[in-house]
């Protein structure tokens, strides 16, 4: 089944929560949503945040919903610190504004208005695209995942 996984806890547009909060990021997970987050390794902990270390967390937060976390690791600490796990239950990736990247898990993820996709791709925010390239419907249902800011809206739409 498809995934929808919601863009730093966002549900109704960017920004509609307080991004990467750990808060809002269980709350979109109890709605039965995946959620992309950004995450720092500073100093021996771990942090929540986009641009910036802002939400200090427990590594246990992470254990603890590494089944609907797609890990997006903001820093080479925190890369370095997953890849040596023998754990394959994170989801982790690096990237900045690679056209694809491969995730630990191997799904491919796909930069924002990349139109290359497959069975294993994760669409990021296909509400990017301009209306003349936007994805049919038989092609969002075709891939494993679509990341968005608006995962209520595509919830609705693709009747999930």
Known sequence: ?????????????????????????????????????????????????????????????????????????????ILDLFASLDDDKINFFWHQEDDFVLTSQKFIWTYPRKLNIGDCSVLVMPEKLPKESEYTLEQLLSVYGICTDYPIRYKDILKL
């Not at 730093?8 to 808060?23: D, I, T, V, W």
């Open 1 to 77: 089944m498809l995934k929808i996984i919601s863009h730093r806890a966002n549900l109704m547009g960017a920004k509609s929560s307080r991004e990467n909060h750990p808060e809002d990021i269980l709350k979109a997970i109890n709605l039965g949503f995946d959620v992309e987050i950004d995450i720092w390794h500073i100093n021996g902990k771990e942090y929540l945040g986009h641009d910036n270390p802002e939400y200090e967390i427990k590594y246990s937060f992470v254990l603890d919903n590494c089944e609907k976390l797609w890990i997006h690791c903001k820093n080479f600490e």
